[in-house]
């Protein structure tokens, strides 16, 4: 083997020099910034988790469970799952990035609803492959014909789904299943804070995976545990390439310690919901127009004291907040996405505070 000029990027697999990474949030580690980028939750995680963690140093020095089989059981059982339905990763992010070693990577194969989690793009492409879009409407409504005539290996759908909150009922998802064939991936990281999960459809649906996440409801994104539920066959394929030992120690003591702290983990989604619905009401009030959201953010169409909305007035007040020290999510790449503003729910002092920013805006339009 050799490569023309001998650098290392010669030598690669041809695609990857070619690949654009993820570009999270951003995550600043100056000073005081109001942070309604990454979906975050604004509270600690459980105080039994510090604890749990902690009893689990004087055991570093050996391997974790491979298998998360501690956590894979718990969680078997909160979900009333079998535990052979369950497999845990480094973050859902893990699962995702096994699903498209499993079912992606022969061309063409990966379908994604559009908008959505932006992460799929970039982890089929790893295999090769570029993900085709079905796009929403602007009522943001399944495109289930769109997706019926994509047929594809595997369709990732976000739901709520992200960057527009939107949540979809199992009646919805039941249709769109008896529809596409393939595999069916239902990527549940806010489904905490919506009415109802997919999981109740895994019984009768074998093709369907739904993943979730400790990141956002119980307050862990630093500590990265996401899971999968599905068919065992499906979970039997996953484990077949997955790292062996792809969830560390001390995450697997901290995220257990999370579950079984469940009137913490209810308190805090209820805060957060009723947050979200005194600030929905807000924007209301300013008449702009915001998607129903059943999740932890809200996708937002600012309108600036003229009445003017656009991609350039939510570019404007993007970066008026970013002035001010306060960190919202702007996707100005497509016209479904580039008049919105994508805005977490924080603490109700940090929204309260974000609303006389926006009004401050306003006034010096
Ligand atoms: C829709 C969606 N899925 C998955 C993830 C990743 O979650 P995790 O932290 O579990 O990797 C995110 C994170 O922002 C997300 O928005």
Redesign the pocket.
């Known amino acids: 083997m050799s490569a023309a000029d001998g650098s290392p990027a010669g030598y690669a697999r041809p695609h990857i020099p070619r690949l654009h990474p993820y570009v999270?949030?951003e995550q600043p580690t100056d000073g005081n910034w109001i942070k309604l980028n990454?979906?975050e939750l604004p509270y600690p995680c459980s105080r039994d988790v510090g604890p749990a963690i902690a009893a689990e140093v004087e055991r570093l020095p050996l391997y974790p469970s491979p298998r998360s089989m501690p956590l894979r059981r718990a969680l078997a059982e909160h979900h009333g799952v079998d535990p052979e339905q369950v497999i845990v990763?480094?973050?859902?992010?893990?699962?995702?990035n096994l699903l498209t070693r499993v079912f992606c990577g022969d061309g063409g194969d990966a379908v994604m609803a559009f908008p959505?989690?932006s992460?799929y793009p970039v982890i089929t492409a790893i295999r090769g492959e570029e993900i085709r879009r079905v796009r929403f409407g602007d009522d943001m409504r399944l495109p289930v014909d769109g997706l019926t005539a994509a047929d594809p290996r595997i369709l990732f759908l976000?739901t709520p789904?992200?960057p527009t909150g939107v949540g979809f009922g199992n009646d919805e998802i039941a249709r769109l299943l008896d529809a596409v064939p393939g595999m069916a991936v239902a990527?549940?990281?806010?489904a905490d804070f919506a009415e109802s999960t997919a999981a109740d459809l895994l019984a009768r649906y074998p093709r369907l995976v739904v993943?979730?996440?400790?990141?956002?409801s119980y307050g862990l994104?630093g500590l990265?545990?996401?899971y999968a539920l599905a068919h065992p066959e499906t979970i039997g394929l996953l484990d077949r390439v997955r790292d062996s030992y792809n969830v560390n120690r001390l995450s697997q003591a901290g995220a257990l310690a999370a579950l079984r702290d469940q009137s913490y983990f209810r308190e805090t989604v209820a805060r957060v919901k009723a947050t979200r619905a005194r600030f929905s009401a807000e924007l209301e009030a300013r008449g702009w127009f915001t998607y129903p959201s059943s999740a932890n953010f809200v996708f937002t169409r600012p309108r600036d004291a003229g009445g003017r909305e656009g991609a350039d007035v939510a570019e404007s007040l993007f970066r008026f907040l970013h002035e001010h020290r306060v960190l919202v999510r702007h996707f100005p790449s497509d016209s479904l996405t580039a008049p919105f503003l994508r805005v977490s729910i924080g603490t109700d002092a940090q929204m309260t505070s974000l609303l006389q920013i926006i009004d401050q805006w306003q006034t010096t339009e």
Do not use: M
């Open positions: 999270p949030g990454t979906n990763g480094n973050g859902s992010d893990d699962i995702l959505g989690y992460l976000t789904n992200a990527d549940e990281a806010y993943t979730r996440t400790f990141s956002k994104a990265r545990v996401g």
